[in-house]
Structures are given as structure tokens and as C-alpha cells.
């Protein structure tokens, strides 16, 4: 048996030991908000967003990005479970401002064993065969983090699915520090269009 799996088990049954009134939580989220961030080992989002179970929606992926995948989460958080706000939260030193499509897809056309980066060239240490498909993924890289949530928050707010009533925060976290930060664009990409007709009066 593997050596995680058995850490894994092990975890488990202490958790569900003190597991106590958690069996009685509901469904939808009690605070009705969601957050889509990345799944980068050093985020913990329970821990940096306040969250205990039950609390809120957490959507993952490589980059916390606004795929078509993590849309058709967010869009069932909102309509069949009740989340009211949505965060996209990026961070520093993210693995997917490291590479680029090319470089990814040229790795696995390669080989498919776990490739190596010195600082600043990816290689691979065994050369055994690979596969093409790489070349036909969008693999959602990042140039710069603030510009990602902007254009992240963009993409949500512009969907057919989403409704305008749902406001979405841009925010950057900080792997040094704990610390988020707003990326103040991407919020006011992301505020609602609950009532455009007030703005047009000014206007
Ligand atoms: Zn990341």
C-alpha cells in the first residue's frame, strides 16, 4: 500500500472521530459565497478566507482560472445553491506564469514523466515517448497575475449564465505574506449591473 494512501486513511479517521455536529450541516453554502482560486499546495483557502465546512463554495484549478468548467460551477453554485458573491483569487509565484502552451505541449509530445525546471528552462529528464494532444489544449498559462483576474472577473461577469445581480472581487494572494490584495479593476469589472439605468441619469 502506498505510503499516502495510508497517511490519507489514517487523517481521515482521526477527522471523522470529532467529527460531532458537522454531520447536521445543509447543503448550500451557509455564508453564500464562492471563491475560485488556484490549486497551488500553499493555499489554503479555508484557512485564509475564515471558512469552516458548510461555509462557502471552493472552486479549484491550475491557476484559479475562469474556464468554461469552473463557469458551469459557479453558475450551479449561484442557481441551485444560493451563493449571493463570487471571488477569483490568483496569487504570486503561481506554477502557470512558468510556462507557456508551447512549452507545455512540447514537453508531453516528448515524454510523459514529470519534467524538471532549473529557474528557467523546463526539461525532460527521460525521453520515452509522449503524445500530441498537448498541441490542441488551452492551458490557461498567466503573463501577470493582475492582469489574469482582471480578465478572469471579465469573462465571468460577461456569461450569458451569469446574472448581473452577482457581484464578483478580484484578489491576488500573496504566498509570502498570508495576505490578499485587491486588484481594484477586477472588482470594478466584477460589480454588479443591478441598476445601469442610475448611471445613464447621471450621465
Ligand atoms: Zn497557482
Request: overall charge negative; glycine content about 8%.
Amino acid at each position: 500500500m502506498s505510503k499516502v494512501v495510508d497517511e490519507v486513511v489514517a487523517a481521515n479517521e482521526a477527522y471523522a472521530r470529532g467529527f460531532g455536529p458537522r454531520s447536521g450541516l445543509a447543503l448550500p453554502p451557509a455564508r453564500q459565497f464562492a471563491i475560485l482560486t488556484c490549486m497551488d499546495a500553499r493555499l489554503d483557502p479555508a484557512k485564509y478566507a475564515g471558512l469552516a465546512e458548510g461555509d462557502a463554495h471552493v472552486i479549484r484549478n491550475a491557476g484559479g482560472r475562469a474556464t468554461d468548467d469552473a463557469i458551469r460551477s459557479l453558475v450551479i453554485s449561484h442557481k441551485l445553491l444560493g451563493t449571493r458573491e463570487w471571488f477569483v483569487i490568483h496569487h504570486t509565484n503561481c506554477g502557470m506564469e512558468l510556462f507557456t502552451d508551447e512549452v507545455i505541449a512540447d514537453l508531453l509530445d516528448d515524454d510523459l514523466s514529470t519534467a524538471s525546471f532549473d529557474g528557467h528552462v523546463w526539461s525532460n529528464p527521460h525521453h520515452e515517448g509522449g503524445h500530441a494532444a498537448g498541441h490542441f489544449i488551452k492551458w490557461h498559462t498567466i503573463k501577470n497575475q493582475e492582469a489574469s483576474v482582471v480578465q478572469d472577473v471579465r469573462r465571468i461577469r460577461e456569461h450569458s449564465l451569469v446574472p448581473a445581480s452577482v457581484p464578483i472581487y478580484g484578489y491576488v494572494y500573496d504566498v509570502k505574506t498570508g495576505l490578499l490584495h485587491e486588484v481594484k479593476a477586477a472588482t470594478e469589472a466584477g460589480r454588479t449591473l443591478a441598476n445601469p439605468g442610475a448611471v445613464a441619469i447621471k450621465t
